[in-house]
Every structure is written in structure tokens, then in C-alpha cells.
């Protein structure tokens, strides 16, 4: 397998003394489905958006196939984003317009300015978006708004929205964490399938680590700013998690409650 | 224990509001007591105003012009707060995208922000008079202030109900490759459509009402001429009501116009 995307070195300060990120680095071949776990303010989110540069890192280079992108000119970010689909914990969508309109929205960047900015979208992107929403079990709700959908269904759309953009990667930043156990398992799942039958790469921001364990190939554990480990699911002793989220580690044991974040 | 345990805990705002209120009661009552009435009956004084409303509003008639023209006239004031609003908003959209702080520069939105409230603070009929310096007194002179005050009016109104969009939306759309015009034209807008409509009639409404008094002070034509007229030049009390009846036939109009376009674009929605 080849690598999609490579981080060397990168690091991000905000400010003169906050330093979010530091000296990561880490690949992540094609097809992978790669799990980011942490605690709060690790610089989970922050990692996650500087692989599309949402967010510009202040050093380091960032490699996605085979092209440095921190040196990347509007354009051709333009094209980049693109082909990295994003989904998000608060699902982002505009809650006033339908299901397949916020759907299209994802074939945004491949449009010209005017097309964009009237809504005209070709037969061929309005089937594909269908086809999607078929796939992820929405055909009911293509034309309704989307403040009538449960969390489920808004995230679903988040997905369907990513992957319309035919993206070569998924960024997950924190997918599960405003949905029930239910949810979560359908969204996880979605997920996992569009990894294994679709080919793309999927990185996850997540909290719940038993989630992260039963789902992913990889696990990148992140601790202040630093990668602390980064290896298989198996490999995650308890000693490793202890060393990923210190002492609240064993608050999340005692409670009882791994599924708390 | 000696002391009362008080119910609720000591609230400092409470507190300033209850001792404003107190001293403009005392205040009332000193200014009552002390006003200087001279020789005036103060009986008779409200019995005569009752008098002068009566003969306005009960015996209403027209005189220096017929109904149908009066008609007319309110319909020249409307269009004179119409095209303005329509000015104001058409301008004031564009505007408002770059003050938003969701949308713009942080500079550029300060700056139009700073502008926008100085404008805003002048009220409108000064800002007439101040144009009536250039176009010279009438309707030129109107429309300009007018279109003048609705922009910043508007631009703040606007700009608000953009800022009120979840950054997240405009995060997932930069994300997926979309541009500032696209974000604006299929999250921005269709997100705040309601609000711009809402905003944009009550500042219609504002601008029906200073068009009336456009009509007086600046001799922009319209119903508020010929009630200046009526008042100022024929002191005809009767034609006044009669004047005053039109218009409010005409607001009540607008409002229910404005109503059902409100409920219509809720249910569409």
C-alpha cells in the first residue's frame, strides 16, 4: 500500500508561548482507518485540520499525495480540499435548506464561482447524491429540511455531504460525540464500510477509546501536543492509555464508564 | 437571630433600578407641584383639547382636495419609503457581508461598523437637511438622506443576523473547497433569509412614517405636504383628521401586507 499522507515535524503555536502541536510526525498509508485518541485539549482537533490546512501549521511539512501542500497557493488548496472530505461533531450543516441541497453542497469546490453561487448542479452530481443517500439508509429524507433529522440522520448527511466530493480521505473530527450509543454505532459503522469497500482513508478524532479499539487498523495516542503512541489496537495496554490520558485515565476506569468523554 | 433573613440574595442591578425608579416618581410629583400653570384652568384646558380631537377626528372632511387625490398622495409617500427601503436594503446587503465578523476582515468590518453607527446616530430628517444643502430642499434631498439612514439601519441589522450563522457551517463548507461567494449565497443567505425580510419591512414601516414628515419638513411632496398645508396654512382641523384616518388605513394595509408575506415564506420554508 502507498502512503496517502505524511506529516514530518510539523508543530503549531498560537501566540508566542501556546504550543499546540509539536515535532509530529506520522504516515498514513491508503485505505488505513486511523483512530486519533487523547485527552481534551491534547491538540486532537488541531492535528486533524491541519492535514487540509483549515488551520495553517507553523512548521513541518505536510505530504498528501506526493505533493508538499503547506506550500500550496489558493488554488490549488482549492483542489486539495476537494479531495478531502471533512465531517464534524456538530454535523455543520445548514439547517434551513434540504437534505440533498446540503448533500450538493459537497461538489462545491469543483464548481465555477457563478454555478456555485446559483445552486446549478449537473444530472450526474444530483444522481450521485442520491446513490449516496441511498447507501447511507436517507432515501426518506431527501427532501426535507434538515432541522427535522435526528443526530443520526444530520450526520449521516455530514457523511453523504464528504463523500459526494469523492474524496481520497475522510477527516473525522470527533463523528460520535453528540449521539447516543445507537448512533454512534451506525455512524461508526457507515464509516468503517466506506474504509473497507470504498478505499478511502478515514482519520478519526475520537474520546471513547473502546470505540477507537474496535474499529480502527491504527491508533495514534496524542498528549500535550506530542504523539505518545502510535501502533495497533493491540498493542494499547493499559499502562500505554495511562500514559495517553495520565491520571484521568484511571477516573475513566473507576467510573466505570469508558464510554465518558 | 434580630435581623429579618432576607429572601432573595442582594442584586445590584435590582437595587440601581429601584432607586431610578423611586427618584423619577419624586421627581414627577416636584415638577407637578412647582410647574407655573399662570391663569390656566386645568379643567377647561383638557375639556378644550377633548373639544379640538373631537372636531378633528369625529367630523373629519376634505376640502382642498377630493378623496381620490388624497389617495393618490399617500400613494407618492409610499413610493418615496419604498424606493428608499429598496435603496437601502440593495446597498446595505452588500455592506453588511463585509461587516459581518463571521465573513470579513476584522479592519474592514470595524471600520464600515464605526462608520455605519456615526450615520446611524444622526437622525434621518437631519440627514435630509443636511443633503438639502447639495439637491436642494425636495424630494432628491429625501431620498437620498433616507437611502442614507436605511443603509446603516439596515447594514447593522443585516451584518447581526449573518453573525448569527454557526461558524462551524462556513468551516464545513471552506473545508469541502467552496468560495466566499459560494458560502454567502448557499449558507450565509438562505440561513437568514427570515431575519433580512423581517428587518427590511420594519424599516419600510420607519421609512412610511418619515416619508410623511418628509412631506412637511422637506417638501417632498406626498400626504405630509398637504397635511402641513392643512395644519400650517388653511388651519383646517377637520381636514387633518381626515389626513390622519388615510394613513392609517394606508399602515394598517402594509402591515397585513407584510404578514402575509411573512407567513407565506415561513410556510415555504
Not at chain 1, 73 to 102: A, C, D, P, W
Not at chain 1, 106 to 116: D, I, N, P, T, V
Not at chain 1, 146 to 166: E, F, H
Amino acid at each position: 500500500m502507498t502512503t496517502l499522507l505524511e506529516l514530518k515535524h510539523v508543530s503549531k503555536q498560537y501566540g508566542s508561548d501556546t504550543k499546540a502541536l509539536s515535532d509530529i510526525s506520522f504516515a498514513v498509508k491508503e485505505g488505513e482507518f486511523v483512530s486519533i485518541i487523547g485527552p481534551s485539549g491534547a491538540g486532537k482537533s488541531t492535528l486533524l485540520r491541519c492535514m487540509n490546512r483549515m488551520i495553517e501549521a507553523s512548521s513541518g511539512a505536510i505530504i498528501f499525495d506526493n505533493a508538499d501542500i503547506t506550500a500550496f497557493r489558493k488554488r490549488e488548496l482549492k483542489k486539495l480540499r476537494t479531495s478531502i472530505g471533512m465531517i464534524f461533531q456538530h454535523y455543520n450543516l445548514v439547517n434551513r435548506l434540504s437534505v440533498i441541497e446540503n448533500v450538493l453542497h459537497g461538489r462545491l469546490g469543483y464548481k465555477s464561482m457563478l454555478a456555485g453561487v446559483l445552486g446549478i448542479y449537473t444530472e450526474e452530481e444530483k444522481k450521485k447524491a442520491h446513490a449516496i443517500l441511498g447507501v447511507l439508509g436517507l432515501q426518506e429524507q431527501i427532501y426535507k429540511r434538515c432541522d427535522q433529522l435526528s443526530g443520526g440522520q444530520k450526520q449521516r448527511v455530514g457523511i453523504a455531504r464528504a463523500l459526494v466530493q469523492n474524496p481520497k480521505m475522510l477527516l473525522c473530527d470527533e463523528p460520535i460525540a453528540s449521539l447516543d450509543p445507537n448512533a454512534s454505532k451506525v455512524i461508526m459503522d457507515h464509516l468503517a464500510h466506506i474504509c473497507s469497500t470504498m478505499g478511502i482513508t478515514v482519520v478519526v478524532n475520537l474520546h471513547q477509546v473502546d470505540v477507537a479499539l474496535s474499529y480502527s487498523n491504527r491508533i495514534i495516542g496524542v498528549n500535550k501536543g506530542t504523539i505518545v503512541y502510535d501502533g495497533t489496537p493491540a498493542g494499547l495496554t493499559k499502562d500505554r492509555l495511562r500514559g495517553i490520558y495520565g491520571a484521568e485515565y484511571d477516573e475513566l476506569e473507576g467510573s466505570g464508564g469508558r464510554n465518558a468523554g | 437571630m434580630d435581623a429579618k433573613l432576607p429572601a432573595k440574595p442582594f442584586n445590584k442591578s435590582a437595587f440601581v433600578i429601584r432607586m431610578t425608579l423611586l427618584s423619577l416618581a419624586a421627581l414627577t410629583l416636584v415638577g407637578f407641584l412647582t410647574f407655573d400653570y399662570k391663569d390656566l384652568d386645568l379643567g377647561e384646558a383638557v375639556k378644550k383639547t377633548g373639544d379640538t380631537l373631537g372636531t378633528m377626528f369625529l367630523e373629519p372632511h376634505a376640502k382642498h382636495f377630493t378623496v381620490g387625490e388624497a389617495f393618490q398622495q399617500v400613494i407618492i409617500t409610499i413610493g418615496l419609503a419604498f424606493l428608499t427601503t429598496l435603496f437601502g436594503a440593495v446597498i446595505a446587503l452588500f455592506l453588511a457581508l463585509l461587516t459581518a465578523r463571521n465573513l470579513s476582515h476584522p479592519v474592514v468590518s470595524l471600520v464600515i461598523k464605526g462608520v455605519v453607527a456615526f450615520i446611524r446616530a444622526v437622525p434621518t430628517v437631519l440627514w435630509v437637511l443636511i443633503f438639502a444643502v447639495a439637491a436642494g430642499l425636495g424630494s432628491v434631498a429625501a431620498v437620498i438622506g433616507m437611502t442614507f439612514h436605511s443603509i446603516s439601519y439596515l447594514v447593522k441589522a443585516y451584518s447581526e443576523s449573518f453573525e448569527e450563522l454557526d461558524d462551524g457551517v462556513i468551516e464545513a463548507l471552506r473545508a469541502s473547497g467552496a468560495g466566499w461567494w459560494q458560502i454567502v449565497f448557499q449558507a450565509v443567505l438562505p440561513s437568514s433569509v427570515s431575519y433580512i425580510i423581517s428587518w427590511t419591512f420594519v424599516r419600510f414601516e420607519i421609512n412610511f412614517a418619515v416619508a410623511i414628515a418628509m412631506g412637511a419638513a422637506a417638501g417632498a411632496g406626498g400626504i405630509g405636504y398637504d397635511m402641513f398645508m392643512a395644519s400650517n396654512y388653511y388651519y383646517d382641523l377637520r381636514e387633518i383628521g381626515f389626513i390622519t384616518y388615510v394613513i392609517l388605513g394606508f399602515a394598517i394595509l402594509l402591515e397585513l401586507l407584510a404578514r402575509g408575506i411573512k407567513n407565506k415564506l415561513r410556510t415555504n420554508h
